[in-house]
């Protein structure tokens, strides 16, 4: 099945730094999306990104899907940032979201 | 506009207990899907449910089955309980009219002692 790596796997940041998350899947995929686990469990979506750039406050995010890999980018971080990033695909030709391995970032004051 | 609702948040059992979980789906969706998230890992995708009938299912044993009513809503329940199926439930929604991108619940938190 397909493979779907993030990095890096811990991130520490000072607040207002800016940070790069990756994520690189090993087969091609119809679409992409990115979440944010807060402390509580609670996965907020962040993108749906199949191709492409979008962008929404300070968080941006970028998908080559030719190369097979997708970028979140977090400019001026805050405490409230922190938590787990997870980006998932669809696997299996239906509904079925195959998550990554997740970026468990940290922001201090 | 209401999201995904779960219940209940937090529920313990003992080994051999079955339990039965909720959700609610956002409203104008008809596609519920499940996951399992143990500690420290991510989602697992147990199954998905369309039309009131289990379409695609992840690898999870038979003690795992669903249902979905007429109102979109779903269960998710799990007979002859293990210690290891300790973990976050998650349900998300989509609408099958839409795009793919599925919406998650708060989960419920089930331990099994």
């Known amino acids: 099945g397909i493979q779907v790596e993030q990095s890096p796997p811990d991130l520490i940041l000072q607040e207002g730094a800016n940070s790069t998350l990756r994520c690189n899947f090993s087969?091609?995929?119809?679409?992409l999306q990115w979440f944010h686990q807060n402390p509580w469990g609670q996965l907020i979506n962040l993108f749906y990104i199949p191709s492409g750039t979008k962008q929404n406050g300070r968080l941006s995010a970028t998908t080559v899907a030719t190369e097979r890999y997708s970028l979140l980018y977090i400019s001026s971080s805050q405490t409230t940032d922190s938590g787990v990033y997870f980006c998932?695909?669809?696997?299996?030709?239906?509904?079925?979201?195959?998550f990554g391995t997740g970026t468990q970032l940290k922001v201090e004051l | 506009d209401a999201g995904v609702t779960q219940s209940p948040t937090h529920l313990i059992k003992t080994r051999g207990q079955q339990v039965t979980l909720r959700c609610s789906p956002k409203?104008?969706?008809?596609?519920v899907c499940w996951y399992q998230q143990a500690l420290g890992q991510g989602p697992q995708f147990i199954f998905q449910y369309y039309e009131e009938e289990e379409r695609q299912r992840g690898n999870f044993p038979d003690r795992f089955s669903g249902h979905q009513f007429p109102n979109y809503s779903s269960e998710l329940n799990v007979n002859a309980l293990l210690l290891g199926d300790s973990a976050l439930y998650l349900c998300?929604?989509?609408?099958?009219?839409?795009?793919?991108?599925?919406?998650f619940g708060p989960g419920t938190r089930l331990t099994v002692l």
């Open positions: 998300a929604s989509r609408s099958s009219g839409g795009t793919d991108t599925q919406y």
């Open positions: 998932a695909v669809p696997t299996g030709g239906g509904n079925k979201l195959t």
């Open positions: 087969d091609s995929v119809n679409n």
């Open positions: 409203s104008g969706h008809d596609t």
